[in-house]
């Protein structure tokens, strides 16, 4: 079995989510402006790491676009995209949802997506720009996906900002729902780092931290050995100097400058 370690991010076509892409891009994934150099081309990176404070791993970042999601689904479940659809860990979807959105317009997404076997493990979050769509009816939505009987995590998140003089201002969202988990990106980044990544080798922090000992404590016992090579040398070359020597200043001025260079070494 292939290890599932890709992500796709779906944006849609829509100016205010166009907007705000390159944002969501760092926020979520830290990437910074060297890597988003090709503005909005951005399609495949390859070899990112996700890093956090329990464990790192390697993963391919897709970015995607649609006019229309229907459109977008017909050609992702088609053949071509199989093995595309095998590697994949989460799919996350922006788009600016209106307060007309339900829990069966996501679900209904969620199903058209999981058309192989294994797609349980597949996440979808759904990340609402529009920032008039209500709190209470975005709980609602998530308190119905829970209570579905749909076989993976599906989870309905927002992300606030306004839009002054063309540039965004993004609002802090520290709050927390009722079951204690943050909100807007910051929950879309909590629930990557708890996806299951079936099959993806996971570095754990204590294990990358050992061996970063372990490299430097050999570091070390190379430059310890490197010193007492150079000292058993220069003891050799000031034996013979000062057995060569038949002036007495002379054969004490040797010895200070060997007890220096020594005192350096130590």
Sequence with gaps: MRPRDKLLVLFSNDEEVTKIKSFILQKVFKLDNSILENGYNV????????????????????VDEYDNIETWIKEYISKECDVLREVLSGIIIIDKFDNKTDTNELLSISKSLSVNKGSENIFNIFINTNMDFEDSKLEEINDSILASEFDHAIEFLKISYSDIDENISFVPMDNVTKYGERVGLSRAIDII????????????????????????????????????????????????QFNASQNKIEAEKLANDLAEEISKLI
């Design 43 to 62: 399609s495949i990176l390859k070899d990112l790491v996700w890093e956090n404070k329990y464990y790192s791993l390697n993963y391919d970042l897709y």
């Design 193 to 240: 780092d708890t996806s299951d990544w079936e099959g993806c080798i996971r570095v754990m922090t204590k294990q990358k931290t050992s061996i970063k000992n372990k490299e430097i404590r050999q570091d070390n016992d190379n430059e310890e050995h490197n010193n007492l090579d150079l000292l058993l040398k220069q003891l050799h070359i000031a034996r013979e």
